[in-house]
């Protein structure tokens, strides 16, 4: 089974940024994850897609961080990264790095969660 490791998680201020990162512990798998990402759980809430990004670097955004958060890769490793800008007090959540790839049939890896905190 395939561990991730996110790191960069923290408290800010609104409108400040912070950038998470997320890399698989093996850092030689022979294969490069279909499909990597974010999601983020607020308290009391359900976890959402945040953003992802394939191995061919096809993104994809929740609405409602469009325009603030970008998310990039690492060539074709497996390591992922998540620019947030202009944060707001509604992305207070725990964070949480996934990877969703194809062998015999899809197979979801996920992280620890970290948690973003933003004050208003």
């Known amino acids: 089974q395939v561990q991730l490791v996110e790191s960069g998680g923290g408290k800010v201020q609104a409108g400040g940024s912070l950038r998470l990162s997320c890399a698989a512990s093996d850092s030689n798998l022979d294969f490069s994850i279909n499909i990597m990402g974010w999601y983020r759980q607020a308290l009391g809430k359900q976890r959402e897609l945040v953003a992802t990004?394939?191995?061919?670097?096809?993104?994809k955004y929740a609405d409602s961080v469009k325009g603030r958060f970008t998310i990039s890769r690492d060539g074709i490793k497996n390591t992922i990264y998540l620019q947030m800008n202009s944060l707001k007090p509604e992305d207070t959540a725990v964070y949480y790095c996934?990877?969703?790839?194809?062998?015999?049939?899809?197979?979801?890896?996920w992280g620890q969660g970290t948690q973003v905190t933003v004050s208003s």
């Open positions: 996934n990877g969703h790839h194809f062998k015999l049939d899809w197979e979801d890896y």
């Open positions: 990004i394939t191995s061919a670097h096809t993104t």
